[in-house]
């Protein structure tokens, strides 16, 4: 059975750190790109940042550039999205998406940015 489960969401305050987890199984993590997501209240789903199979591509969205690490740990099946400087616009629930030739996604975390 295929899960993601993505966990470290919580309220912080605005300038301060997170780091998101999402762990993987029942498929072959170290086969698949992996990206983060999120959803703002009242706004469409966005690419926060991906990583491919083997870490060697990353990419972000404008927004989070320099602000954002995503990383994996294929011995792990696990992919981190470390967040710094966080502002009140990063406040939304977050989401693991696996992706190959299908993808699977997580349940999400949310995460609040208080000022």
């Known amino acids: 059975q295929v899960q993601l489960v993505e966990s470290g969401g919580g309220l912080v305050q605005s300038g301060e750190s997170l780091t998101l987890s999402c762990a993987a199984s029942g498929f072959t993590f170290s086969r698949f790109a992996m990206s983060w997501y999120r959803q703002a209240p009242g706004k469409e789903r966005e690419l926060v940042a991906t990583?491919?199979?083997?870490?060697?591509?990353?990419n972000y969205a404008d927004s989070v550039k320099g602000r954002f690490t995503i990383s994996r740990d294929n011995a792990k099946s696990t992919v981190y999205l470390q967040m710094n400087s966080l502002k009140l616009d990063d406040t939304a629930i977050y989401y693991c998406?696996?992706?190959?030739?299908?993808?699977?996604w997580g349940k999400g975390t949310l995460v609040t940015v208080a000022s």
């Open positions: 998406k696996a992706h190959l030739f299908v993808a699977y």
């Open positions: 990583i491919s199979s083997s870490s060697q591509t990353t």
